[in-house]
């Protein structure tokens, strides 16, 4: 494996994770924003509705997955960029 082909692995798996918990949060406060609500819902406490365990899966399901796209898209950009001009 190049150096090169390293670096892009792990500026990528950094970029993600970074990205990941940044999405949560953001998720975890537009929940909050919301529905008014002091936490995001906990999926295993049975006093949590049913819909309301989905909506808060389905939401932060989204929000991981997109911020997770738009990383990956940035990176392989920078990746395309940067074997252009070398």
Do not use: C
Not at 76 to 86: G, I
């Amino acid at each position: 494996m190049s150096s090169d082909t390293l670096f892009w692995k792990i500026y990528a798996g950094l970029a993600g994770a970074v990205t990941t918990l940044a999405a949560q949060k953001a998720v975890s406060l537009l929940w909050r924003t919301v529905t008014g609500d002091d936490e995001p819902p906990v999926s295993e406490d049975l006093e949590v509705s049913t819909g309301k365990a989905l909506s808060w899966m389905v939401a932060s399901g989204i929000g991981v997955a997109a911020s997770q796209l738009l990383v990956s898209r940035a990176i392989r950009r920078q990746q395309l960029n940067r074997s252009v001009s070398h």
